[in-house]
């Protein structure tokens, strides 16, 4: 076991004595835990003005978090339309890479797992889709849907054809800011030159049972009414709704 207080001042060394200092000098550096990883055990909701709290402790070379997090108070009701006044700002948060996100099966659970290299928190998901729903009747306006926080997307690039897509996202201390980068496809073969058929002739019996048999799934989709302030997001809401109605019939 190491001695601070050897070897005395004004002594002569001697190797046993130097040989046991410098045995546990190695001991004590030896005992010195790295941590080489980060792992969240559990997150627990709390109730709503409980404090906060986060569990913490070192297992090998691994660190260990257990969070508390309270969950919000039940809002007020907003007013109609867009105009409503903004909430307050929210707590500050973390440097934190969002890796994959995966779709699962419905009725699959869903799957978190971090990693941290050393800078960047790292986090992939796995999210389960729904189950389709079965049509239903046309209903009044429902109430308000939860709060949804503010993400802004910054750009949209096409990327060449084969290239892998990309996900950026980022938080500037208020909104969640997203760029993606989406590959074209590729361009397709000319076709061979078909052989030129008879004129034929068609009777509005086989029409009417041709039409029949084409699809009408588009027609219990609704288009997407409620216009979005950014520029990017309305584009898109445009041509989804150009798709939903060109699909009728």
């Known amino acids: 076991m190491f001695d601070p207080n050897l070897p005395a001042t004004g002594t002569d060394m001697v190797s046993a004595e130097m040989r046991s200092q410098f045995n546990g000098l190695k001991a004590l550096i030896d005992a010195i835990v790295t941590v080489t990883a980060a ?59 969002v890796d994959a996100v995966t779709t699962l099966n419905p009725g699959d659970p869903a799957t978190v797992s971090v990693s941290f290299d050393g800078t960047n928190v790292h986090f992939s998901y796995g999210i389960p889709r729904g189950n389709n729903g079965t049509n239903g009747t046309d209903g009044g306006v429902g109430p308000p ?11 949209v690039t096409t990327l060449p054809s084969g290239t892998p897509a990309t996900v950026g996202v980022s938080f500037d201390g208020t909104n969640v800011r997203f760029t993606f980068g989406i590959p074209r496809g590729d361009t397709g073969s000319d076709g061979t030159q078909g052989v030129q058929g008879p004129p034929g002739e068609i009777t509005q019996a086989q029409l009417n049972s041709a039409i029949n048999g084409t699809s009408a799934n588009t027609n219990g989709v ?22 939903i109605l060109n699909g009728r019939r």
């Open 145 to 155: 849907g939860p709060p949804f926080a503010q993400a802004v997307i910054d750009s």
């Open 39 to 97: 792992q969240i055990d559990g997150v627990t909701t709390l109730l709503p003005g409980e404090a906060a709290s986060v569990g913490l402790s070192v297992i090998g070379n691994t660190l260990h978090f257990t969070f508390g997090i309270p969950r919000g108070d039940v809002g007020v009701q907003g007013q109609n339309g867009s105009d409503g006044a903004g909430g307050p700002q929210g707590p500050p948060f973390a440097n934190a890479v």
């Open 222 to 243: 609704s288009t997407l009414d409620t216009g979005f302030a950014d520029p990017d997001m309305e584009a898109l809401r445009q041509k989804m709704n150009e798709m």
